[in-house]
Antibody
């Protein structure tokens, strides 16, 4: 089955760190760029970061640049998001998604996980 | 950075009616890198339209996308009960931004 499955969310104190994971299955993971998108409670979608299939190229929203690091392990079909210096504004459901076509980094997101929730609070 | 503004914020319609959703870009981004997604409560978004006018796999033909330059439109020809949801447009060029969403609710 083609799917993306996030994990690693939870409650973290302001200034803390957390690492999210996203395990992919059912397609050749290394051929596709993948991305993180978040959604604060009751709000819209907010793109966070994208990484190319090889992992060589990464892209970040200004709001997370310098605090979040995207990476991937193609041998484990897994995408990661290391989040540091978290603030209340980072509280959201975090979705991973796959780009539609192989070998590109600008494309629509055609396969989404169900998300994992991050809550930043003391 | 491309800013996408969706209108209206909420659209109140009855099943069987036509829905027309607008997405306006802050400037012409010179490509067709525009997608539309549907999201229902508690669910992940679902890709409907990519490259401004191409339907994603499995999307019914009552959904159509048009537009270029700075003005894009998602049309739903005849609303089915399962179409009441929130719809987002997205530019997936350099800025990968989303619009703020349009809620289509049952009148």
């Amino acid at each position: 089955e083609v799917q993306m499955l996030e994990s690693g969310g939870g409650l973290v104190q302001p200034g803390g760190s957390l690492r999210l994971s996203c395990e992919a299955s059912g397609f050749t993971f290394s051929n596709y760029a993948v991305t993180w998108v978040r959604q604060a409670p009751g709000k819209g979608l907010d793109w966070v970061s994208t990484i190319s299939g090889s992992g060589e190229n990464t892209y970040y929203a200004d709001s997370v640049k310098g605090r979040f690091t995207i990476s991937r392990d193609n041998s484990k079909n897994t995408l990661y998001l290391q989040m540091t210096n978290l603030g209340a504004e980072d509280t959201a459901r975090y979705f991973c998604a796959k780009l539609s076509n192989s070998w590109v980094v600008h494309d629509a997101f055609d396969l989404w996980g169900q998300g994992t929730t991050v809550t930043v609070s003391s | 950075e491309v800013v996408l503004t969706q209108s209206p914020g909420t659209l109140s319609l009855s099943p069987g009616e036509r829905a027309t959703l607008s997405c306006r870009a802050s400037h012409n981004f010179g490509s067709s890198y525009l997608a539309w997604y549907q999201q229902k409560p508690g669910q992940a978004p679902r890709l409907l339209i990519y490259d401004a006018s191409s339907r994603a796999t499995g999307i019914p033909d009552r959904f159509s996308g048009t537009g270029s330059g700075t003005d894009f439109t998602l049309s739903i020809s005849r609303l089915e009960p399962e179409d009441f949801a929130v719809y987002y447009c997205q530019h997936y060029g350099s800025s990968r931004t989303f619009g703020q969403g349009t809620r289509v609710e049952i009148k």
